[in-house]
């Protein structure tokens, strides 16, 4: 069996010791494997589109603009456990007046950078197929105020561009949200489900509470090309799986805990469904392309 070379996006320096762990155990369970890091999703798509990687670690933006660039012949392969039923949070200052999507009429609100699903994506999705209500977005808090919106009823909607090419991993414009929740300047705002289960178990933003929730949809996968051949693709994901049952070793479970996942699972099409909404919601905002 060949080495196989994984790509995954440096968002954080606990990136390395992830990496460092999953390779080393993945060469004494028998499946060759080193890493490379990126410092963007678009670089690393393109380095799997034209074979430079075998494996890409990718979020759910890039795993559709794989799968969009490959006429939807990309396979995925495994995902965390923590990756199945991600969500959308609306959120706003407790004892706002805020309580249906509809109550966003003449609101300022708040999405983060415009390649995460989680913060902006579905965020625009979903008031757009649901609200009800006219949208005016803006790239900046800055140009809101300097123009100001057209129409008084609409929801002006503020963009949070703060980690771009990272797809939300870092988290950094959806506390981008909050911050300007906190301050007044925005009256809603959006983040995953992830930042507002951070926020609730630290005690974080004690003012800000969640009003509306997004149905469930999928997070990241292990994503490959057709081309890569069956036991390479069945010994990687059995070297992933068989982790499960390894958390008594420390360095397992500290990768878990770091990596956020209970277990590892076995993309199905349950799973691949899970990106269904997020295929539509990049067609309908132009996102599909992956460009460099």
């Known amino acids: ?29 028998g499946c060759k494997l080193d890493y490379v890091l990126f410092s963007n999703y678009e670089r690393q798509v393109d380095s799997l589109l034209k074979g430079h990687i075998d494996i890409a670690w990718n979020t759910n933006v890039a795993w559709i603009r794989t799968l969009y660039a490959t006429n939807n012949t990309a396979e995925a392969l495994i995902m965390r456990d923590s990756d199945i039923d991600f969500k959308t949070h609306f959120v706003s200052r407790k004892n706002d007046s805020i309580r249906t999507l509809s109550d966003l009429k003449s ?15 579905m965020s625009i999705y979903y008031l757009q197929r649901d609200s009800g209500l006219e949208i005016e977005i803006f790239e900046s808090y800055a140009e809101f105020t300097r123009q100001g919106r057209k129409n008084a009823d609409s929801i002006a909607l503020i963009r949070y561009n703060s980690d771009l090419g990272k797809h939300g991993d870092t988290g950094t414009s959806e506390f981008d949200v909050l911050e300007a929740i906190k301050k007044g300047e925005l009256d809603a705002g959006s983040i995953g489900s992830s930042t507002w289960i951070r926020i609730l178990t630290q005690g974080e933003y004690p003012t800000i509470e969640s009003f509306w929730a997004s149905p469930g949809y999928c997070h990241c996968n292990f994503s490959v090309l057709p081309s890569l051949d069956r ?10 799986l068989s982790q499960n049952d390894k958390k008594h070793d420390p360095l397992i479970t500290k990768m878990m805990q770091m990596e956020g996942l209970n277990a590892w699972v076995k993309v199905g099409k349950q799973e ?19 460009n460099l």
């Open 1 to 29: 069996m060949k080495t196989l070379l994984l790509g995954a996006v440096a968002y954080d320096p606990k990136v390395v010791p992830i990496w460092d762990i999953i390779r080393d155990y993945a060469n004494a369970f």
């Open 107 to 121: 609101k300022v609100f708040g999405v983060g950078s415009l390649d995460s699903a989680q913060a902006a994506i």
């Open 231 to 240: 036991e390479s693709k069945e010994q990687f994901s059995a070297m992933l």
């Open 272 to 290: 691949l469904a899970g990106y269904d909404a997020i295929y539509e919601a990049m067609k309908e905002q132009n996102l599909l392309t992956n």
